[in-house]
């Protein structure tokens, strides 16, 4: 195994008109810090490369400062120039940013099939899950068809106040593609695996997730 990961930004800063969004900082920021310390190489792509927008900055969380200060000084590369045979597992981070770019990119979509079809995980944390409303396998079918999930629930998208903004919401489009949408309790952290497949609900989830990621990549080693 490779012992990489990658990490997934959206590129996409406008929340339909009405503010601006981008990726979540900290649903990036923890499992990157998670992974590294566990001695994984972290690469960190985006939809079109360079300075992905920012939501949700917080300059007094030191995993946070040291993210972006990455980021600012490396760019990310673009999700279309990744190899997805170098990667144990991909994490799709959340933000509202993602519900606009994610769901319809071509490599998005190549780079989650591929590293799931190739014995990797996929992971999806919030509005990250909205890389796997469109993904499909090689046989057509949907990634989450048959699958339990974790996903930023209709609640907490009312409680945001942007239940009638975003383009869908994200728990009715899974159950739509045949997931089993699990939900917890608003903004508390729930994470679900099933099988290479791993979810989170909120930005609460973060870490829990990216925890379980390890968990399940240490079991494939063996």
């Known amino acids: ?3 990489r990961i990658l990490i997934a930004l959206t590129s996409n800063d406008d929340l339909g008109g009405v503010e601006r969004t981008g990726y979540y900082v900290p649903e990036a920021a ?7 310390k566990a001695g994984y190489e972290v690469d960190v792509a985006s939809v079109r490369g360079g300075q992905p927008p920012q939501d949700g900055f917080d300059s007094a969380d030191q995993a946070q400062v040291d993210f972006v200060a990455l980021v600012e000084q490396q760019g990310t590369g673009r999700l279309a120039d990744a190899d997805p045979s170098r990667y144990d597992a ?3 981070a ?22 799931y079809e190739g014995g990797g995980v996929v992971a999806a944390v919030c509005h990250g899950p909205s890389a796997l409303v ?3 396998l090689s ?12 996903a930023f629930t209709n609640e907490e998208e009312k409680l945001r106040g ?7 919401l994200l728990a009715d489009k899974l159950v739509e593609r045949g ?18 497949l791993a979810t989170g609900q909120n930005p609460a989830s973060a870490t829990p997730l990216a925890e379980r990621v390890l968990e399940v990549l240490a079991e494939r080693r063996g």
């Not at 046989?139 to 974790?150: C, E, N, T």
């Not at 997931?179 to 290479?196: K, L, M």
């Open 139 to 150: 046989d057509g079918s949907y990634l989450v068809s048959g699958k339990r999930v974790a």
């Open 162 to 168: 942007v239940a009638d903004v975003v383009p869908f």
């Open 1 to 3: 195994m490779n012992k």
């Open 30 to 36: 923890h499992p990157w810090e998670i992974f590294r």
């Open 134 to 136: 469109n993904l499909t």
């Open 94 to 115: 959340g933000g509202h940013g993602t519900m606009w770019d994610f769901p319809d990119d071509p490599d998005v979509i190549r780079v989650g099939r591929q590293v």
């Open 179 to 196: 997931a089993q949408h699990e939900p917890g309790a608003n903004w508390q952290a729930q994470v679900v695996v099933d099988g290479r």
């Open 90 to 92: 991909v994490l799709y």
